[in-house]
Every structure is written in structure tokens, then in C-alpha cells.
């Protein structure tokens, strides 16, 4: 288990493990949608997903502001989260990772999804979102099931990525520039 609030990066064995639903919202399942929430705002990411702080349960938050609230809304929690329906129209942009450390790389994205999860009070609800918010619903469900950013690219960039974030954990100059810098969306 890592330390608290630490997010864990690729390739560590977390981040593929399967998931589990979770029955019941007991303050166990509610302390880790706060520690999701205070280590998302932390690490300034969009959104994180429960096995990025070493967890199995399939919970994921998204930050307020990137879900159209105001910045003092709190983290939006997505609890057994399904996807309800995707638009047909695309977009493909950067997006980055909280577990690929300054790691960039194109993923086509539906443009527009619906989600249905539960909330924090055990309500069931749906949301539609479009653009960031939407590829964040879609990102954060990869990593509840074992879907990761490097699974979009291609062999030679799996191989720079590696090396990249081998780098990184070794403590030393990252001298490589594999990636475009000034990317806001780490999610
Ligand atoms: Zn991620």
C-alpha cells in the first residue's frame, strides 16, 4: 500500500489489479472518496481513479471546475461508475496522466458521454458531459478497469514512455523530450 495521498505511477502492479463494486457506503468507503478527492486537488488533476492511491474499489472523482461547478464545490464522486452512453463524434487530444508523470500522448476520445454512478449519499444519478469532462468520465473508467494511457500508443512510444518514467523514479534528468510540455490535463 502506498503512503497517503501518494499516487501511484506506471508500472506499478495497482494500477492493472481488478476492481471490486462496492456494496455498501460505509465511512471506510467514504474516508477514501475524501482522500481521492484531497490527493486529486493536491496533484492539481482532473480527476483520479481509486487504484492510483493503491485502492481496488471502482470510485473515481472529478475535479469541480472541470465538471462545470464553481472551485469551491467539492470533488465530484463517481461511485460504481457505468457508462451510459458515448457520442459518436470524436475528438482527439493530449492527455496526460497523474500516473505518467509530464507523459503526453493523443487519445481519441468520444466527444460527449453520459455517466451513471452513485453518490456519496447513496443516490443514484446520471451526468452528461462534453469536451474535457467527458474524456475525464472515460479516462478515470479506463483505470477502473485496468486501461491505461501507454494501452493508446504504439510499441515505440511504449518504449520512450518506459524508459521516460524509469527515468523519473530513478531519481535522474529527464534529458529526453518525448513529450510536448505545457499540457494542462493530468488525469
Ligand atoms: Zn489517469
Given at each position: 500500500m502506498p503512503a497517503p495521498g501518494f499516487i501511484v505511477k506506471f508500472p506499478d502492479s495497482c494500477l492493472r489489479r481488478r476492481t471490486m463494486t462496492v456494496d455498501a457506503l460505509t465511512d471506510a468507503i467514504r474516508e477514501l472518496c475524501g482522500k481521492l478527492g484531497d490527493a486529486m486537488l493536491a496533484a492539481n488533476g482532473a480527476g483520479l481513479a481509486a487504484p492510483q492511491l493503491g485502492f481496488s474499489e471502482r470510485i473515481f472523482v472529478v475535479d469541480p471546475v472541470v465538471a462545470g461547478?464553481?472551485?469551491?464545490?467539492?470533488p465530484l464522486v463517481f461511485i460504481n461508475p457505468e457508462m451510459v452512453w458515448l457520442s459518436t463524434e470524436t475528438e482527439t487530444r493530449d492527455e496526460g496522466c497523474l500516473s505518467f508523470p509530464d507523459v503526453f500522448v493523443p487519445v481519441k476520445r468520444a466527444l460527449k458521454a453520459r455517466i451513471r454512478a452513485t453518490n456519496l449519499n447513496g443516490e443514484q444519478f446520471e451526468m452528461e458531459a462534453e469536451g474535457l469532462c467527458a474524456r475525464a468520465f472515460q479516462h478515470e473508467l479506463d483505470h477502473l478497469n485496468g486501461?491505461?494511457?501507454?494501452?493508446?500508443?504504439?510499441p515505440l512510444r511504449k518504449q520512450l514512455i518506459r524508459r521516460k518514467l524509469k527515468r523519473q523514479a530513478e531519481g535522474?534528468?529527464?534529458?529526453?523530450?518525448?513529450e510536448k510540455p505545457g499540457t494542462d490535463t493530468e488525469v
Open positions: 461547478q464553481p472551485e469551491e464545490h467539492p486501461k491505461l494511457l501507454i494501452d493508446y500508443v504504439g535522474q534528468a529527464d534529458d529526453e523530450q518525448t
